[in-house]
């Protein structure tokens, strides 16, 4: 069964506070993607990355990072967390190519900036 | 980019309808396109895909029609079931890598 894991379901964080949200996947795909989800906004990406040590930003980059130094791994980082990062955050995985399958999500991490 | 807005559009239909989720998506470049289900508390999952040189694409109860004409895509589902009830997203992929989502609809299903 494939599967891409996020690190925490849940996680209040302070503001100011420096926010490492771990995703990985166990699939061997090239492609990695963390998105947030906000309510009535669908889901926003913010960073994506095709290869280890490549990343290309998404649409809301701002105030995130990304880290992608092995292929199956996949971090975001809040460099200095403030509340209107308090979202759903989701990591997802896919394949590369004309051969290409959807994108595989986790089950997502709650943040909530305090 | 995908539609913006505040309030999630709402569905609701009676159990055993069927039902129809639409879509409008932005780029004309897209080339694959994806509906996927996302249940309270739980990630999106993958329902049915289709390529753009396709219009239609059947699956377990399940059918996506694609009008790029109009940039439009569908989702129907025959015999709709409690467990049907969920936020549907379409998302467009566009030169084989990154997946742009629509902001959702909610399918409310009445027993």
């Known amino acids: 069964d494939v599967k891409v894991t996020q690190s925490s379901r849940y996680l209040v964080k302070r503001t100011g506070e420096k926010v490492f949200l771990e995703c990985v996947q166990d699939m061997d795909h090239e492609n990695m993607f963390w998105y947030r989800q906000d309510p009535g906004l669908g889901l926003r990406l913010i960073y994506f990355?095709?290869?280890?040590?490549?990343?290309e930003k998404g649409d809301i980059p701002e105030g995130y990072s990304v880290s992608r130094e092995k292929k199956e791994r996949f971090s975001l980082i809040l460099e200095s967390a403030s509340t209107n990062q308090t979202s759903m955050y989701l990591c997802?995985?896919?394949?590369?190519?004309?051969?290409?399958?959807?994108?595989?999500f986790g089950q997502g991490t709650r943040l909530t900036v305090v | 980019g995908e539609s913006v807005g505040l309030h999630l559009p709402t569905l609701s239909v009676q159990e055993g309808d069927n039902s129809i989720i639409n879509c409008a998506y932005s780029?004309?470049?897209?080339?694959?396109f994806i509906w996927y289900k996302q249940e309270s508390g739980k990630g999106p999952q993958f329902i049915i895909d289709?390529?753009?040189?396709?219009d239609k694409r059947q699956g377990q109860r399940v059918t996506v029609l694609l009008n790029k004409t109009v940039k439009h895509l569908s989702l129907q589902i025959a015999a709709t079931q409690p467990g049907d009830s969920a936020v549907y997203f379409c998302?467009?992929?566009?030169?084989?890598?990154?997946?742009?989502f629509g902001s959702g609809t909610k399918l409310n299903v009445k027993p």
């Open positions: 998302a467009e992929n566009v030169n084989f890598n990154k997946f742009y």
């Open positions: 289709i390529r753009s040189n396709m």
């Open positions: 780029n004309s470049a897209s080339d694959y």
């Open positions: 997802a995985s896919s394949t590369q190519g004309a051969t290409n399958t959807e994108a595989f």
């Open positions: 990355s095709y290869d280890v040590k490549m990343k």
